[in-house]
């Protein structure tokens, strides 16, 4: 699977940037061997638990303890796998990697019965924060794909002095509740069937009997040009077998309508996030050539990044599962990013 890059630049990341900043991953290379996909890792060995905020969180981690930190957020319907090649590149740099299943995903946990299974963004993010807590992390480079490229935008926007620099797939995707209220033109709206499907208890009951069968349709439809085997797809299939996910699933999509609450204690971050505020640390926005999930285009978002920006278009039939389909790609863009 090829990668090959076509860079729109605002700000420049340096000498490295402009040949893709290859050199610490070897991709300067012949071009077969530049272009060629790292064999896919199996699994990230034995996983860690740590309590942190109303979660026990399941977390995968590599590389060296005292190297620079970068958190890797997953999305929906994905899990930790997203980055199973991505985080032995890093490791392999000198990087700490954190990759934490999200609420309702793999080995996380709610800490009590009585917590509202929350699927609001904020939420999110905040578990993210509350894992760095937990962890003793000051600062961390975010990085992500899908729910979790949002996770990693609320993080830099809310709490820029807890972000070195930002890596997101399909840039900035900051939900805003009012303008999620307006209509789409109806190709666009097709887009989002599932969004719709889960409002009805109808689609609540048939995601929850059917979790794998529609994750797959997903994969397929968001990533037509992936060629994903049925060990790989089942080795992330299994983290929606959560008790929670279900619940956490239905509860984003709902909320982002209008039609679930959110909690009262959230209320100031979504008070900012609805403001669609500017993002300052250093950032690279990735994109590849063959999404099929709703996306915007990369001039809709540009202007939302006021520190040091680039952008990255990935050829080669690259999907919405970025980084698990383009891992070297991602890899460095997370090193050239830290470096501005």
Not at 306 to 326: D, K, M, T, V
Request: net charge neutral; with cysteine; hydrophobic share 45%.
């Amino acid at each position: 699977m090829s990668e090959k890059i076509d860079l729109q630049r605002r700000h420049l990341f340096g000498a490295a940037a402009a040949t893709f900043g290859a050199a610490q991953l070897g991709l300067i290379a012949p071009a077969s061997a530049a272009q060629a996909a790292p064999g896919s890792a199996t699994s990230f060995g034995p996983l860690k638990q740590i309590d942190a905020g109303v979660l026990s969180v399941g977390y995968a981690e590599a590389g060296p303890a005292n190297g620079p930190v970068v958190m890797l957020f997953h999305g929906w319907p994905y899990d930790i796998h997203t980055y199973v090649d991505v985080a032995p590149l890093l490791a392999a740099a000198g990087w700490r990697v954190i990759v934490p299943f999200l609420r309702g995903y793999g080995t996380t946990r709610f800490l009590s019965t009585d917590t509202p299974r929350n699927g609001q963004q904020a939420a999110i993010a905040q578990d993210a924060i509350a894992l760095m807590d937990a962890l003793k992390i000051d600062k961390a480079v975010m990085a992500g794909c899908d729910w979790g490229a949002r996770t990693a935008c609320i993080i830099a926007a809310v709490w820029p002095q807890r972000t070195k620099a930002l890596v997101s797939v399909s840039g900035y995707l900051l939900t805003n509740l009012q303008a999620a209220q307006q209509p789409l033109p109806p190709a666009a709206e097709l887009q989002w069937w599932y969004q719709f499907y889960l409002t009805t208890e109808r689609g609540r009951r048939g995601y929850d009997a059917n979790r794998h069968a529609f994750a797959k349709l997903i994969w397929q439809t968001a990533s037509p040009q992936w060629r994903f085997d049925d060990a790989t797809f089942e080795r992330s299939a299994r983290s929606l077998d959560n008790p929670d996910h279900t619940a956490i699933a239905v509860h984003n999509y709902r909320w982002r309508l209008g039609l679930a609450a959110g909690e009262s204690k959230y209320d100031e971050i979504e008070a900012k996030l609805a403001t669609a505020p500017r993002i300052g640390v250093p950032t690279i926005t990735l994109e590849g050539d063959a999404n099929g999930a709703p996306h915007p285009e990369p001039s809709a978002y540009a202007g939302k990044f006021s520190g040091p920006y680039e952008h990255r278009n990935l050829s080669g039939g690259i999907g919405h599962n970025l980084p698990q389909e383009a891992p070297r790609a991602f890899a460095q863009a997370v090193i050239d990013v830290a470096k501005a």
